[in-house]
């Protein structure tokens, strides 16, 4: 029943920003995470952003951190990360995610339900 949904991915240009959004449904999501991972091709997934659904805490790996920013819009049940400042090596499938709160926000196993996966190209 629970859905994720990505959308906003695409090509940019080195240096430039993207806004991606996820449509949460199914569930309310009162106590859980809502994260962001990313996975290139041969590569491990990895931890880009988290959110707590209620109250707002955020969390970013030093990768991100001062060029991220994840968000979420309770009403529209959506979450959002904006990317500045792109880098060719985060070129990914990047990815929403949600799991109750408790537990490692950066580790994938903390989560229980995953979307698609949206595509990202950064050009260099």
């Known amino acids: 029943q629970v859905q994720l949904v990505e959308s906003g991915g695409g090509l940019v240009q080195a240096g430039g920003s993207l806004r991606l959004s996820c449509a949460a449904s199914?569930?309310?999501?009162?106590?859980?995470?809502l994260g962001w991972f990313r996975q290139a091709p041969g590569k491990e997934r990895e931890f880009v952003a988290a959110?707590?659904?209620?109250?707002?805490?955020?969390y970013y790996p030093d990768s991100a951190k001062g060029r991220f920013t994840i968000s979420r819009d309770k009403d529209k049940s959506t979450v959002f990360l904006e990317m500045n400042a792109l880098k060719p090596d985060e070129s990914s499938v990047y990815y929403c995610?949600?799991?109750?709160?408790?537990?490692?926000?950066?580790?994938?196993?903390?989560?229980?339900?995953w979307g698609q996966g949206t595509q990202v190209t950064i050009s260099s």
């Open positions: 995610a949600a799991g109750r709160v408790g537990r490692a926000y950066y580790d994938i196993s903390s989560y229980d339900y």
């Open positions: 199914g569930r309310t999501f009162s106590g859980y995470c």
């Open positions: 959110i707590t659904w209620s109250g707002g805490s955020t």
